[in-house]
Each structure stands twice: as C-alpha cells, then as structure tokens.
C-alpha cells in the first residue's frame, strides 16, 4: 500500500464519524508524521507497515474521540452512538446537565498593556488618597514632633 491509498483510506474511514475539522486534524498529523519518517530515512513501504491498517487506525482515533467528548465536557452530538434500534446513545447538548467551561486566552501584548494600564490605575488611587491625606498628617506630624522634641528638653 503506498502513502495516497493510505491517507485515502484513512480519510474515508474517519469521514462519517467525525467532523471535518477532526478529520482535516488528523490527515494533517499523519502527512507530518510521514514527512518526519521519510526523513528520518525509513521508506514510504515501511512507514505504511508500522503504522498499520488505516481502518483499524481510524476505529482508534474514533473511539479516542469519543471518550475526550464524553469525560472532557464535549457536547458535540456527532460522538453520541447509535444502537440498533435507532435510539441515541448519550444526551444532546442541553440534556447533558452541564455546559463545557468557556476559557478566554488574551495575546501577551493584551495582557501586558492590562497589567500596565491596572498599574496606572492603582498610583492614581494611592495619589488621590495621599493628597487627601497628606495636607492634614504633615502638619500634625509637625506638632507631634514639636511636642516630643519640647518634652525631651524640659
């Protein structure tokens, strides 16, 4: 079997099981790993041969699909099973009981001119607090001491 009937069978395999993103996913780790083997001087032939029928490969990357759908919060029905009668196995989306966490990732320059910008934020608090505090502690301090200082000499 060369590397095209491979991938090509591989692709028809993962097809109606998966979405067309995991698919593409997959086709494109599989063309790297066959670049990086090649590479590595081990022949077209003998890649094809350690990695194994591309049926039995698909079941596998199927199947580990479904288990990180069903134990990492995916709700994505196209996992779900169907059994012979029809019925689905799993639940849709909304009958799951939970939603998936939704987790925002920000640019580095984002999170650097946030910091900065807090920054900023907190001096000109601190600074709005001292100006209001500072006519009326300096000439306090002052007379506590004088007071001090006058007691000392006494």
């Known amino acids: 079997m060369t590397r095209i009937e491979f991938m090509d069978s591989l692709r028809r395999a993962l097809a109606g ?4 993103s995991t698919v593409n996913e997959n ?6 790993y066959f ?3 090649i590479r590595s001087g ?17 079941k596998t ?5 479904k288990y990180q759908a069903r134990n990492y919060g995916g ?4 996992y779900d099973e169907v059994y012979e009668d029809g019925s689905q196995g799993g639940k849709q989306a909304g009958e799951r009981g939970h939603s998936s966490p ?7 320059w984002l999170l650097i001119a946030l910091c900065v910008v807090i920054f900023f934020v907190v001096i000109g608090i601190v600074g709005t607090v001292l100006s209001v505090l500072l006519p009326i502690a300096v000439p306090v301090l002052c ?6 200082w006058l007691q000392r000499r006494n």
């Open 35 to 37: 670049d990086m083997q």
């Open 61 to 65: 990357i199927i199947e580990a699909a």
């Open 102 to 108: 939704h987790v925002y990732r920000l640019p580095g």
């Open 75 to 78: 709700d994505t029905p196209e």
């Open 17 to 20: 099981s998966l979405t067309s």
């Open 143 to 148: 007379v506590v001491i004088l007071v001090r």
């Open 27 to 32: 086709m494109r780790y599989y063309e790297e």
């Open 42 to 58: 081990q022949s077209e032939e003998e890649v094809v041969n350690s990695l194994g029928d591309p049926r039995l490969l698909a």
